[in-house]
């Protein structure tokens, strides 16, 4: 199986920063895009940021020019770097992975359980 493991998440005033880190571990032959969703109480959960194998990057228009997602091949580790946070970011922010196993070669979707991100003074 294929584990993520997210770390960074916390409580930030708006303006402030966060760094977001998610670790994939297990029977991983490759993997191709990384990504951040996110999901805010009563919403659905969208998209914010995701990076592929080639390090063709894609964000959503409102995170733009304040996030930046970057990921460490070596590692198999994803990072979100989040500036000028808002209140609207608040949200639970989920890490997600398509990864090829080595055990089968199958290609699967992998998902974090998720970190809270709370904007607020």
């Known amino acids: 199986q294929v584990q993520l493991v997210e770390s960074g998440g916390g409580l930030v005033q708006p303006g402030g920063s966060l760094r977001l880190s998610c670790a994939a571990s297990?029977?991983?032959?490759?993997?191709?895009?990384m990504g951040w969703h996110r999901q805010a109480p009563g919403k659905q959960r969208e998209l914010v940021a995701a990076?592929?194998?080639?390090?063709?990057?894609n964000y959503a228009d409102s995170v733009k020019g304040r996030f930046t997602i970057s990921r460490d091949n070596a590692k198999n580790t994803v990072y979100l770097q989040m500036n000028s946070l808002k209140p609207e970011d608040t949200a639970v922010y989920y890490c997600?992975?398509?990864?090829?196993?080595?055990?089968?070669?199958?290609?699967?979707?992998?998902w974090g359980q998720g970190t809270q991100v709370t904007v607020s003074s």
């Open positions: 297990g029977s991983i032959f490759s993997i191709n895009t």
């Open positions: 997600n992975v398509e990864a090829i196993r080595s055990t089968d070669w199958s290609e699967g979707n992998y």
């Open positions: 990076i592929t194998s080639g390090g063709v990057t």
